[in-house]
């Protein structure tokens, strides 16, 4: 782990801070110098070539970095993005992890390596068993590996001992065969990484709008008049936002961040594909900064729907959309009373901005025609994530600011298709209707109690209820909270099975068993009976298109996740089973087939997905203003006011994202854009807070969290990190994950939502 027992770094790791100047933009020629340097070290001239022009092609892959969409009609131009070609490299390495290196390594010696050097061995080559009682993986056949798995399955006492998590790159094909093998076995336990991730936006929005989705597409930014930033951090996380945003800013929009970092790529962008980009100034993107306290956006958001109140009352009809509160809201009313008791004194001392900015802020939203919402972790892990997305919600509901071009709601998805995942039916308590019709489509009968989402699938692990755990990609030891807390838990698992590209944590924290199994991703080349498969992917904007990839892999013990999943399943549920898994893995064409005739949407799946932009998923309320709730309606929500306070002598921590990192993968040390490099025990605290606590910038600390626990106030500490002195509202302070995982309390979760609170962790320094 990127930590030892005791919390401190491991030995592997860098531990000094080369401080650099805070940059004020992103992108530019340093980010394809970067890019290139790193392609070259990992894959070579040829691979880099090979990849890098087949990025997000119309004939090529989908790119694992993230899931902001290709702008419709261009997909035939290469677009340049250094985190995507980073993403790429990682994956594409040709380094790899043989048989001869596991016998070389004990799990105990990988156990002491960091998240970085176990990535950096390169991609796992051949399926690994590790037996019970054993100190080292020792090769296995595929058969033997499903013949082991089938046996512990046969041996659990129900089939709720088995947890099904999934990461979101999995592709649609995989995660539909993957859910069907999750129920034909009789489990809802299907917990994913949108658990820890948007699980909050899709609660807000499925109440509000009836939709888990976003409502808008990328030409709705570049029409939009004001676009809301608010916590997130495009420039490293979605940089190919940055060109939509530019675009937007080209045709006249205004750009407002919100966020306690004053972070680069919101600042201004060189585009290295524009001669501008390369020797000039770039363009400028946040019009406005809003340096919010961390956990403030709910109260700002309230704050703003007050002064559109006030101003609507002086001036009656001049600033809500009447026609549309009137025939597609409900609950206006109450949410309207609701603002009586806003004071926006109060509302600034709690966001920590003036007065000014905020009413600045409400003049914005007050006199623009076509307003987007965009947002991504920085509201989707706080403990009142939900009751937040949903006040920005009724912001946009009272302007009528949904359904129509330019305007709508924008969570920005993480992992590439994290969002296809959960249409395919990972989701531990998906509705009656798809149950019904996949019973319906295959002849089984899918269980219709609740399963496990990620935090009460540790639970249930922690407390021994759990025989079986299978990851599906992803890494779930470090990407979940309570680092050491988690670890135990998994160690009570009779077998831990984890389908993978890399090496990572999560196969050294293992069940009394464990398996290793290597699998093709984005870039390889998938042949089954001969023929070349493609996978399909939904993006942010719920576009669904192919993605095939077209690199030797790199070894040929290698197999495709849907292989991976139906030979499993014949090996655990018998020949006869009523579901076809030989069949569904010998032509993919066969899964979208079953996947068309149980989803709503996918008519014509298979036509319409090899059209060149694939297809956009119906979404009621941008396709025509309806809304699939219960009464019909928009709803408006009213929750009771809520943001996050700040004990006496403690700070608020964020765990938060390097430039240099895709989740737990740590890809270097180099936090470009805000100057950190060398050493990510980082933590980034105010220069105000610095002198009121008596620290100093350089200083090494221990971090210990402070929570209410079952045996009341319980700690959490990590070691031996350095405190950055940055630009951070007094009171808040950063850090980065996974390295910080261990101080978040599994029980600090979002209401509704159930997300790990990653935002807001109540914690002290301590002089080390
Ligand atoms: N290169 C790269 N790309 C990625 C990823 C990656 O790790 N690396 N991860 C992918 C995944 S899975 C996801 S979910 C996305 C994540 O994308 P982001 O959500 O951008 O990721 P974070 O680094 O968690 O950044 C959170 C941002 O929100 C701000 N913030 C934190 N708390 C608050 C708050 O209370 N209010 C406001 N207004 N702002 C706040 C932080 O200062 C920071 O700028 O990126 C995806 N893309
Ligand atoms: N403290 C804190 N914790 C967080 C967050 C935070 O902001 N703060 N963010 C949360 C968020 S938003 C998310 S999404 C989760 C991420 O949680 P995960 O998705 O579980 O974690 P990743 O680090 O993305 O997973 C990386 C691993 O996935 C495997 N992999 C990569 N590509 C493929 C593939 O194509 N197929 C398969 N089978 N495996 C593959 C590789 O082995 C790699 O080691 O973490 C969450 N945890
Ligand atoms: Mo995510």
Redesign the pocket.
Known sequence: MSHTPDGGPRVDEPTDVHRKHVKTWAAGVPAVAVALKRGLEQMGPVRTVQTLVKLNQRDGFDC?GCAWPETPGHRKHAEFCENGAKAVAE?ATKRSVTPEFFAAHSVEDLATRSGYWL?QQGR?AHPMYLAPGDTHYRPVSWDDANRIIADEFAAMASPDEAVFYT????SNEAAFVYQLLARSLGTNNLPD??N??HESSGAALGTSIGIGKGSVTVPDLEAADLILIAGQNPGTNHPRMLATLEKAKNNGARIVAINPLPEAGLMRFKDPQKIGGVIGEGTKLADDYLQVRLGSDMALFRGVARLLRDAEQANPGTVFDHEFLTGSCAGTEDYLALLDDVDIDEVAAITGLTRAQIVDLADAVRTSQRIVLCWA?GLT?HRHAVATIAEGTNVLLLRGMIGKVGAGLCPVR??SN?QGDRTMGIFEKMPESFLAAQDAEFGIVSPREHGYDTVAAINAMAAGKVRVFMG?????V????DTEATADALRRCALTV???????ESHTVTGRAALILP?L??TDRDVINGVAQRVSVEDSMSVVHLSRGSLPPVSADLRS?VAIVCDLATAALGADHPVPWQELKGNYDAIRDRIERVIPGFEDFNIRVRRSDGFVLPHPPRDDRTFDTPNGKANFATYPLEWVHIPEGRLILQ???SHDQ????VYGHDDRYRGIKGNRHVVMVSPADLSALGLHDGQRVDIVSEFEGENGLEERRVRGFEIVAYDTPQGNAAAY??E??PL?PLGSVAKESNT?V??AVVIRLEPA
């Not at 990461?167 to 999995?170: A, N």
């Not at 984890?498 to 990572?504: A, F, H, M, P, W």
């Not at 895709?662 to 993968?665: H, V």
Request: with cysteine; hydrophobic share 20%.
């Open positions: 694992p994956e990535s796992l990461s979101g790159r999995t990484c949108s820890m991730c972790m892990q993480g992992h994290v599906m990609g992803g890494n779930f470090s990407a979940t909270p984890q389908v993978s590209t890399k090496l990572n699998t991703g984005r996740e765990t938060l994202r895709y989740n737990t993968t994950y996974p910080t995982n978040v790990p990653s935002k």
